[in-house]
C-alpha cells in the first residue's frame, strides 16, 4: 500500500507513448515512448532532421500526431480543447531555436506578451517587476528598452530564455538552445539552463546535437533514431557504449 | 498534364484562401478583441499611407484634366470639364487607384511581415504563450484594411479634385467656388454611395489575401520574397475583378 503513494507522489512530468507523426509519404516519428521525471533534464539526441523538433512540437501542441499519448500533467494534450491546451501551456515553456523574440517590440514588449493571457490579473508594477526578475537571472536587466536587432545572438537566447522563464513554468522544452553560439558562449547557455532548473525547480526536454550540451546538461540521454527512441541511459552509458549509432556522436 | 496540375493548384488555392476568410468571421471577430493592436495598425495601415495616396491621387487628378481638355475643346464643350473629371474621379478612379496603390504598399508589407513572423517561428511562438496569433496578427489586420480604405478614398478623392482644379486653371481661369459647385451639382447619390460602398470589398480583398499569403508563406528568404509578391498581384486583381462586379450590380439594381 505504501508503495503506491510513493509512486503517486513521484508522477512524471511527461509520459510518451507510442508516438507517431508522419507528413505525407514521410515517417518522422514512429512508435515513439520516453518518460520524463520530475526536476529532471532529459536530453533527445539526434541527427538533423530525425524529428526531434516535431517531437517537442507534439509536446506542445503546435502539431498533431497521427496516434499516440501525450500526457502533460495527467492530461493528455492531442485531445485538448483549445482553452484546456492553453492552460497546460501556461505551465510549459518553449525555447524556440531561432529565439523567435518578436523583432517589431523592444525587449520589455516581448516579456510582457506571455503576461497578456486574459485570466491573469497583474497590476502594471507586477508585470514590471516580473520583466526585472526574469532579466536579472539571465543577467540583461540592461537591455530592456532595446530591440531585439540591437543584441548579439547570445544575448537574444538569453533574452528568449527569460521570456519562456517569466511564467515560471515547471516544464521546459529546449530546441537545440546552443546552436550556432560559439563554444564559450553555449557553454554559458548550459550553465544558465541548469541554474534556472534548480532555482525553479523544472523539468525539461533539451533537444540537441550538440555533445558539450549534452555532457553538461544531461541527467539522462535519449537517442532518437529512425523515428524510435532507440537508446537510453547516462550521458557515460553512451560514452561508452559499443554500439555504432551511439558511438558516431562522440567521434 | 502540366495543365491539370495547375487547374487543381488554382482551385485548391482559391478553397485555401475561402477557408481562411470564413475562419477570419468565425475566430477572428469572435471576443476578446484587440483593441490596442488593431487601433495600432489603424495608425500604421491608414495614416502612413496618407501621404503617398495624396501625391498620387493629386497628379492623377491635374493629369486627367490635362489629358481630356483637348477632345473637350474641340467638341467646344470645355466648360464641362470639371464635371467630366469630377464624375470619372468620384465613380471610378478614386477608389480603384487608391486601392491599387494601397494594395501596392499594404499587402506587400504585410504579407512580407506575416511571412517572415512565420518563418522565424513568432507564429508559433504567439501561439504558445497563449495569444490566438490569427486574431492578434490577422483579424487586426484585415479589420484595419477594411475600415482604413475607405477613408482614404474619400481623402484621395477630396485631393484628386484639388489636382483637376489646378488643371483648370493651367490653361483657363476657373474659381474655386465655381469649380466645385459645378463638381457637386452634377454628382448624385448614385454616384458617390455604390462607389464608396466597393471600397469596403477592396479592403478586406487587400487585407485577406496579404494575411493569407503571409500567413502560409514557405520557409526561407525566397517564400517569404513570393508571399509579399503574390499578395500585390493577386489582391491588384482581386480589386479589379470586385470592381467589375460592383459595377455589374449596381447597373442591375438601377443605381446608375
Known sequence: MKKTTEIDSVTPSIIIEKLCKRFGDHVVLQDFSLTVQKEEN???LGKSGSGKSVLIKCIIGLLKPDCGNIQVFGENVPQLEHDQLDQVR????????????????????????PLRRHWFDHSQQQVDA??????ENVGLAHTVDLMPEELSGGMLKRVALARTMILKPEIILYDEPTTGLDPVTAREIDNLILKLQKKYHTSSIIITHDMNCVKNTADRVALLLDGRCYAQGTY??????????????FE | MALVTNIKAFFGETGNIAGFTGRFFSTGLKPRFEFRELLNQCYIIGYKSLPLIALTGFIMGLVLTMQLRPSLVDYGVE????????????????PVITALIFAGKIASSIGAELGSMKVTEQIDAMEVSGTNPFKYLVATRVLSTTLMLPVLTVMGDAI????????????????????????????????VLPAFIKTFFFGFAVGIIGCYKGYTSSKGTRGVGSSANSAVVLSSVLIFIIDLLAVQLTDLLGLN
Not at chain 1, 531555436?97 to 506578451?113: H, I, K, P
Not at chain 2, 466648360?79 to 478614386?94: K, N
Open chain 1, 130 to 135: 516580473l520583466v526585472i526578475e526574469a532579466l
Open chain 1, 42 to 44: 532529459v536530453v533527445v
Open chain 2, 160 to 191: 484628386s479634385l484639388f489636382g483637376a482644379f489646378i488643371g483648370v486653371n493651367i490653361r483657363s481661369v476657373t474659381s474655386f467656388h465655381l469649380f466645385f459647385t459645378q463638381v457637386f451639382h452634377s454628382l448624385s447619390f448614385g454616384d
Open chain 1, 236 to 249: 557515460e552509458d553512451f560514452e561508452h557504449s559499443a554500439d555504432p549509432n551511439i558511438h558516431q556522436f
Open chain 1, 90 to 113: 501556461a505551465r510549459i515553456g518553449f525555447l524556440f531555436q531561432g529565439n523567435a523574440l518578436y523583432d517589431s517590440m523592444t525587449v520589455r514588449e516581448n516579456l510582457e506578451f
Open chain 2, 79 to 94: 466648360s464641362q470639364l470639371p464635371i467630366m473629371v469630377g464624375i470619372a474621379i468620384v465613380r471610378e478612379i478614386g
